[in-house]
């Protein structure tokens, strides 16, 4: 995504170009998941899974996978290899969490599980706000992300989804976190949360959340507070 012509995009080119940088970076000899980061519609599908296929038939890539694909580009891309005989998209990196469910759940999410594709979604927390660490009326944590936090999850949804998750918290004797990455770990099709720990007791935290397993009535008022719709 850099600001030249060869530097952004799913082209074949950019593609070599970059694997090849980060095998250097990386000071590796292959990379288990590359994963194109946002869809190029300006570039043909067939032309970027040739060029995911010869790395993978190189040995330079074990699988690949694709972030922030709608439904219906991911669905073309596993036509496209099926038909072609070339490797696909093995898993999915969506925006997923207890606050923003409809974008994934809608679509991608039945398309994954009839696919068998793998899901690893980001911003699991809701960018730190399913942490508790975002209150109403105080001031906004001195973090890069405290603004979009602030216009995306800081609103009546957002605080009623954190007071029901903060309620299963007590009552299970864990943390928001825990119980936000729980509920997320454990729904259908879903391989792993993707969520960031910059300290030791940090990344404990993170853990505990994967080993927690909330019961059916903890769950199922989750559900009901974040449900997406009417």
């Known amino acids: 995504m850099g600001p030249g012509p060869n530097d952004k995009g799913l082209s074949r080119q950019h593609i070599m170009d970059g694997v090849e940088a980060s095998l250097q970076r990386l000071q590796t000899d292959y990379i288990d998941l590359y994963q194109a980061h946002w869809d190029d519609r300006e570039t043909p599908l067939d032309e970027t899974l040739r060029a995911f296929d010869d790395l993978v038939r190189q040995g330079k890539v074990r699988y690949i996978g694709a972030s922030n694909y709608p439904a219906w580009r991911l669905t073309r891309a596993l ?65 890069a992300r405290a603004g ?48 960031s720990a910059t300290t030791v007791p940090q990344l404990k935290e993170l853990v505990g959340g994967i080993e927690l397993r909330l019961d059916a009535e903890a769950t199922a008022a989750l559900d009901q507070a974040s449900a997406w719709r009417e």
């Not at 918290?169 to 993707?194: E, K, Y």
């Open 79 to 143: 036509w496209e290899s099926d038909t072609h005989g070339t490797v696909r998209y093995e898993c999915l990196q969506p925006k997923y969490n207890l606050v923003i469910r409809d974008e994934y759940e809608r679509e991608l999410e039945p398309l994954c599980l009839e696919q068998e594709v793998g899901v690893i979604p980001y911003s699991s927390l809701a960018s730190g706000f399913l942490s508790g660490k975002y209150r109403a009326g105080e001031a906004l944590p001195k973090t």
């Open 148 to 195: 979009g936090v602030e216009n995306t999850y800081m609103n009546e949804r957002g605080f009623r989804v954190l007071a029901a998750v903060e309620k299963v918290a007590a009552a299970a004797n864990a943390t928001a976190a825990q119980v936000s990455l729980s509920w997320l770990a454990h729904r259908p099709g879903i391989t792993a949360p993707i969520a």
